[in-house]
């Protein structure tokens, strides 16, 4: 089994095929803030990007996309499949009542999403997600011809 963490990262690749706006003003606070920069990507700020880890490994009979979202209940979480492409968005609203009288209520609201390119071997109506302990899978079966096969050899 092979597992893959796919994460975005701010520091600058210059072997990269094109850059970005994003990418470009990325580049540029980890060069004029490197400690700040540094604190993000040890995860002690949280992800400024509203992304979350996302975890592929592909089994004999499907792939499988394992997202932790903790905190999110299972209703303000959505998982979409269109153009060949997994979206998995979370949206949570809290509202925090007020201490004293004269106070003002708070809201406060997240939003997270990633979007996973999927490839073109699999049986869309019977993906299956399942959330549990603050982890989201996703189990998306392959399609009996990317299914692997054992061949016999003879050896003469």
Known sequence: MKLIRYQNSPVYNQLANYTNLRDEMDRLFDVAFPTLTLLQREGILGDWRGEFPVDLYQEKNSFVVRAELPGFRKEDIQVEVADGTLTITGHQKTEAQAKD???????????????????????????????????????????????????AIQVK
Request: proline share 6%.
């Open 101 to 151: 009288k004269d106070a003002q209520a708070t809201t406060r609201e997240t939003r997270v999403s990633r979007s996973i390119s999927l490839p073109e071997n699999l049986k869309l109506e019977k993906i299956e997600a399942a959330y549990e302990n603050g982890v989201l899978t996703v189990t998306l079966p392959k399609t009996e011809e990317a299914k692997p096969k054992q061949i």
